[in-house]
């Protein structure tokens, strides 16, 4: 058994193998993974003399109960939001429909190529047209691309646009974007993948941004401002429509960071907030596990004046029933990516969006924001909380109280929640925050997980008073105790090494 699985975890309890027992087992004759059928020395025959090795010294040798035992190990070392709570803040952790798993892998969809002429994949093409006219209505702007595989690519497909635009119209000397310091660091790291320069805008005392900040940085230099609704300390932007408008006045374009739409769905109009360009997180909002590295899907939506800069192909819907990719659009930034987009998802997101309908959708949201303000009324009293300012989706704490008490900080006190059997909240981010712990509880949690969460983050705010070792030290009862973070960066181990096991 390999050391770094040899761990106790309180569900299931991993065989330590004795010395003595393993000695004994060399004797015992071991177990066979694999037994060749009576026919295979013909195969075995027919292959060169060169290929066929006469020693299999050294090749594991398992049982199949073993392999099946080994895997399903392996499938429960992670935690997985379908094993408890996941709280992330600005990651939406929800529950995905599993039907929308089964539907994205239905035959049709998975057996066709992606290159399959349009006179024949009229069906995806269907799915896709009607998931840009969803997408259009819910943000209430024009038009749509799904071909940005993830919301950073969708930023920048949306930046490229706006820099094409301001050339297109002879405007060279736009050289900035602004971006406010709570934002996600894709947001800069667009803009300069796309030319630009940063100018920063801080937070005000709210947590949001101040109108005169923004007003003093706006001149003929700033090509767009980049906003994020609702920002990444869960506060609506109050100003926003006086941002665009002055924005506008002075030839600047508005971009806003839509990935965590899960607050607003069916409440805002997105044109009356004077967006020029927007990106959605599919896998935020509207299904598609994620958390592992999976595909996702950060389609791009428009008002009109971008329209023709839309990557290409645009699915157009021609005639009755008939859809076509058009490669055609005027000023097009071109195309960022293989196919068409990352359309497993897009299956799940329109199935997501078919089965709830519009009075639903918007339920969504105000189920989340319930969730998030109501472990924010219960924890008030024990964390401290850096803005007064109502939540959104998502609420951030801080260890202010437990580190000037106690020097239990956020790492400490997230490492605690794993003993309670929570995955912790989003650490350190945003980083305008000193030390937050940021929760996002989702819609889809019941009021018994929410108290749950809430009861062990009130009972860990009281050890970090009573008894702050037991904080300090955590996690007790995971797979695994505090990790060496520094060395495990540093001195990785990637690869299976046999010398380990035993
Ligand atoms: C998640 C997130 C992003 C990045 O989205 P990816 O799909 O991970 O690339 C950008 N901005 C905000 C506010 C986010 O929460």
């Not at 047209?129 to 969708?154: N, R, Y």
């Not at 800069?188 to 940063?198: D, K, N, W």
């Not at 839509?258 to 020029?276: E, P, R």
């Not at 605690?416 to 981010?429: A, E, L, S």
Request: some cysteine.
């Amino acid at each position: 058994m390999n050391k770094r699985f040899d761990i106790q975890r309180p569900y299931y309890h991993v065989p330590n193998m004795h010395e003595e027992t393993h000695a004994i087992s060399k004797n015992v004759q071991r177990a066979k993974g694999y037994t060749s059928s009576e026919n295979s020395d013909a195969e075995v025959e027919s292959l060169p003399q060169d290929f066929l090795r006469d020693d299999f010294e050294g090749l594991p040798e398992l049982s199949e109960f073993e392999v099946v035992r080994h895997f399903t190990l392996l499938s429960q070392l992670n935690f997985s939001i379908d094993g408890g709570f996941y709280p992330l803040g600005s990651c939406t952790m929800k529950y995905n429909p599993k039907i929308n798993d089964k539907v994205a892998g239905m035959d049709g969809f998975v057996g066709l190529h992606p290159y399959t002429p349009s006179q024949f994949s009229q069906g995806a093409l269907e799915v896709m047209f009607s998931l840009q006219e969803a997408l259009v209505e819910i943000t209430g702007l024009k038009a749509c691309s799904l071909h940005p595989a993830a919301g950073a690519q969708g930023e920048f497909v949306g930046v490229k646009m706006i820099a094409a635009y301001h050339r297109n119209k002879g405007d060279s000397k736009r050289k900035y974007i602004i971006v406010p310091d709570s934002a996600h660091g894709t947001n800069p790291a667009s803009a300069a993948l796309c030319g630009f320069l940063v100018k920063q805008v801080k937070s005000g005392p709210n947590g949001t941004i101040e109108l005169a900040d923004i007003e003093k940085l706006l001149d003929d230099s700033i090509a767009a401002v980049m906003l994020t609704v609702p920002n990444t300390l869960g506060i609506f932007e109050n100003n926003i429509s006086e941002i665009s408008r002055l924005a506008h006045e002075r030839g600047a374009l508005m971009y806003c960071d839509g990935a965590n739409l899960n607050a607003l769905v069916g409440q805002v109009d997105f044109k009356a907030m004077g967006i020029d360009v927007m990106h959605i997180n599919l896998h935020k909002t509207f299904s598609t596990p994620h958390g592992g590295g999976g595909p996702g899907a950060g389609p791009v939506v428009v008002s009109e004046n971008l329209v023709d800069y839309l990557p290409i192909p645009v699915i157009r819907k021609n005639g009755e029933d008939r859809y076509d990719l058009d490669y055609s659009v005027p000023h097009s930034v071109g195309k960022f990516r293989a196919f068409y987009g990352n359309f497993g998802m897009l299956v799940r997101a329109l199935c997501y969006i078919y089965a709830y309908g519009s009075d639903q959708l918007k339920s969504i949201s105000d189920t989340a924001v319930l969730n998030a303000n109501y472990i924010r009324a219960r924890l008030k009293g024990s964390y401290h909380l850096p803005y007064e300012q109502p939540s959104l989706h998502e609420v951030v704490f801080t260890d202010k109280w437990q580190e000037k008490e106690s020097h239990v900080s956020t790492l400490h006190i997230a490492k605690r929640i794993i003993d309670y059997g929570f995955h912790p909240p989003t650490v350190y981010f945003p980083l305008v925050v000193s030390g937050a712990l940021m929760i996002e509880p989702t819609e889809t949690e019941s009021k018994a997980t929410l108290d749950r969460f809430v009861d062990s983050m009130i009972e860990i705010a009281k050890e970090a008073k009573d008894n702050p070792d037991i904080v300090k030290t955590a996690p007790h009862r995971a797979g695994f105790k505090k990790m060496d973070e520094t060395r495990a960066a540093r001195h990785p181990i990637l690869t299976w090494n046999d010398s380990e096991s035993d």
